[in-house]
């Protein structure tokens, strides 16, 4: 069965952990036992019906306020399709947390409130979920029977929205639903109330939405996590590279290229958790064997021969800054790039960018917690990657702090 990674981004209040949590309910994914407590929650806080929100809102100061500070993750699963949902706040104070859920999400549902329409937030989280190449964005526009249901309040938000998104990221994915996911319009079942939309329900699209197109089929990388040497008697010679295909196909009898020394060798076997496989391709975790005896070590990457990533000591990079402290400039940072941990300091911040007018500041070198800025790294000795908008795997990295092993900015290769 497929997996759909989704997430859900907007502003403070708009309703995403409620929406997260109709969802869950409306879908019959929700345990007797957590209805109980949900339901029991509800009425000590003197809700007058039942508040969904707490499904996913599990911190105890996050129940006090009524806000989403840490990404909460839930699953599910209906006969078409299996889902894991990222809840993340809306609070620019914590627009990091948003990055983490996102980052590996294949859909980003974007909540706005129908009374309020497009704010700030939410060309940051919209911006962020293109910045992040999630293929397929759902723009909820909620609360609608606080509109009562109107048309025209529909029409308003969904027209704001595109303009913002034909400058920002033209030619994305994107699709319009207006809900109340309080009352359950549209969420699962079509809403009565809002006949003038003829298009599908929240969760049908969420379990139709192509998601086989998402990964990189063309480009073969496997990056190498683990050396397999087993010195037992049945598998006295057997030295297997462990990892998860980042890119591409992978057949036995392939030709391929260790990197960085550049060894070309064939492919023997391809070995998976239920025994030998013909081909692998993402998100796959596999052993490879090779029919040389190369020095190979976590950090390597195994591409095919004829198809060879970029390599370079110099590279441009949107970073989302994640750190109180701000970005110093020629600083040592460590690079974490698939498996490969490597020095690296900041050369240049070229801008930050202005999200409410997608400016570009050339001026201003002080990128502080937030903050998203195109800047140029140097790394020690070469990296082999892909661009973001090519492998959102290979193309894609963090920076530590050396001393404190904090992650400090998560950055995407342009």
């Not at 029991?40 to 499904?55: D, F, M, T, V, Y």
């Not at 129908?114 to 609360?143: D, F, M, W």
């Not at 207006?178 to 969760?203: F, Q, R």
């Not at 930050?352 to 570009?360: A, H, M, P, S, V």
């Amino acid at each position: 069965m497929e997996l759909l990674r989704f997430t859900t981004a907007g502003s403070v209040d708009d309703g995403k952990s409620t929406l997260i949590g109709r969802l869950l309910y409306d879908s019959k994914s929700i345990f007797e036992d957590q209805l109980d407590a949900v339901k029991r929650a509800s009425i000590q806080k003197g809700s007058e019906h039942l508040n969904l929100a707490l499904l996913t809102d599990g911190l105890k100061a996050e129940r006090e306020q009524g806000i989403t500070i840490d990404v909460a993750y839930r699953y599910f699963a209906t006969p078409r399709r299996k889902f894991i949902i990222a809840d993340t706040p809306g609070h620019i104070q914590y627009t990091r947390n948003m990055v983490t859920g996102a980052s590996t999400a294949n859909a980003a549902i974007i909540l706005i409130d129908a009374r309020n329409g497009v704010t700030e937030q939410t060309h940051r989280h919209a911006y962020i979920a293109s910045l992040l190449e999630i293929p397929h964005i759902i723009v909820c526009i909620n609360k609608m029977d606080l509109q009562d249901y109107n048309k025209k309040a529909f029409e308003k938000i969904k027209t704001d929205f595109q303009k913002f998104a034909a400058q920002a990221f033209p030619g994305k994915d994107i699709r319009f639903i207006p809900i109340s996911a309080l009352k359950g319009d549209n969420v699962v079942e079509p809403s009565k109330k809002m006949d003038w939309y003829k298009g599908k329900t929240l969760l049908n699209i969420l379990e139709t939405i192509p998601v086989r197109k998402d990964h990189d089929l063309v480009h073969g990388r496997f990056p190498v996590q683990y050396i397999i040497r087993p010195e037992s008697e049945k598998f006295h010679d057997y030295r297997g590279y462990a990892g998860r295909i980042a890119g591409g196909i992978f057949r036995k009898g392939d030709r391929v290229r260790v990197l960085p020394s550049g060894i070309s060798s064939t492919i023997t076997s391809i070995d998976s958790f239920n025994g030998a496989i013909k081909e692998a391709f993402p998100p796959m975790s596999v052993v490879l064997t090779l029919d040389d005896d190369i020095d190979i070590s976590r950090g390597n990457m195994i591409v095919q021969e004829q198809d060879l990533p970029r390599e370079n000591t110099e590279i441009r990079v949107m970073l989302c800054w994640m750190n109180p402290r701000p970005l110093q400039l020629n600083n040592k940072y460590i690079l974490k790039h698939t498996t490969n941990d490597i020095r690296c300091i900041v050369k240049d911040v070229i801008f930050i960018l202005d999200i409410n007018n997608l400016e570009k500041i050339k001026k201003d070198k002080i990128v502080k917690m937030n903050d998203i800025a195109y800047v140029e790294l140097r790394t020690i000795k070469p990296i082999f990657f892909d661009p973001y908008a090519v492998n959102r795997i290979t193309g894609s990295l963090i920076l530590i702090d050396e001393s404190t092993n904090e992650t400090l900015g998560a950055g995407m290769i342009v």
